[in-house]
């Protein structure tokens, strides 16, 4: 199990994020338009997987914002916005904000967040996922991985997309 923290507080996930140098786990996430996205979905791009607890807190927004910028100056690659809220918040979110370069994915019926080791077992978020970035490469091989310290704090973008500059 990882450790981070809510407003100070540690918090405690499910395990810990694949390793870098291994490959994701299988998953699967339900779209904005309720389709699935899986590993398949995304066979053969690169992919940030910016994971957070909820669209509607104003961190979790600026990272889908700030993401959904970032990726129209990288090739082949995709970025999959994880949270455990429902697609329709996903959707209303994005439509509202006139973001379409990102894939929301919502948790609501996978194992993603076990998976993937971002699973909150306690603290007043318990059931969400931490805040966390996974990149990886064409192959689904982990380039880089951040468990962002404090829940509310946004993650370190420069060094996920710095990963992906370099492969260019």
């Given at each position: 199990?990882?450790?981070t923290?809510?407003?100070?507080t540690?918090?405690?996930?499910?395990?810990?994020?694949?390793?870098?140098?291994?490959?994701?786990?299988?998953?699967?996430?339900?779209?904005?338009?309720?389709?699935?996205?899986?590993?398949?979905?995304?066979?053969g791009?690169?992919?940030?997987f910016?994971?957070f607890?909820?669209?509607?807190?104003?961190?979790?927004?600026?990272?889908?914002?700030?993401?959904?910028?970032?990726?129209?100056?990288?090739?082949?690659?995709?970025?999959?916005?994880?949270?455990?809220?429902l697609?329709?918040?996903?959707?209303?979110?994005c439509?509202?904000e006139?973001?379409?370069?990102?894939?929301?994915?919502?948790?609501?019926?996978?194992?993603?967040?076990?998976?993937?080791?971002?699973?909150?077992?306690?603290?007043?978020?318990?059931?969400?996922?931490?805040?966390?970035?996974?990149?990886?490469?064409?192959?689904?091989?982990v380039l880089?991985?951040?468990?962002?310290?404090?829940?509310?704090?946004?993650?370190?973008?420069?060094?996920?997309?710095e990963?992906?500059?370099?492969?260019?």
């Open positions: 199990m990882a450790k923290h809510f407003k100070g540690e918090a405690n996930t499910n395990g810990n994020l694949p390793e870098v140098g291994s490959t994701i786990p299988e998953f699967s996430l339900v779209g904005a338009d309720l389709a699935d996205i899986t590993n398949a979905t995304l066979a791009k690169r992919v940030i910016n994971i607890p909820s669209i509607d807190t104003g961190i979790c927004a600026q990272s889908v914002r700030r993401f959904n910028e970032a990726v129209t100056k990288l090739d082949n690659t995709a970025v999959v916005c994880a949270s455990a809220d697609p329709f918040a996903h959707a209303r979110f439509g509202a006139g973001i379409d370069n990102v894939m929301a994915g919502s948790g609501f019926r996978s194992s993603f967040g076990e998976d993937f080791g971002v699973l909150l077992t306690d603290s007043p978020l318990q059931g969400l996922y931490a805040r966390a970035v996974i990149v990886t490469d064409v192959d689904g091989t880089h991985t951040e468990l962002v310290e404090e829940i509310g704090t946004e993650p370190t973008y420069s060094k996920a997309l990963v992906l500059e370099e492969l260019a």
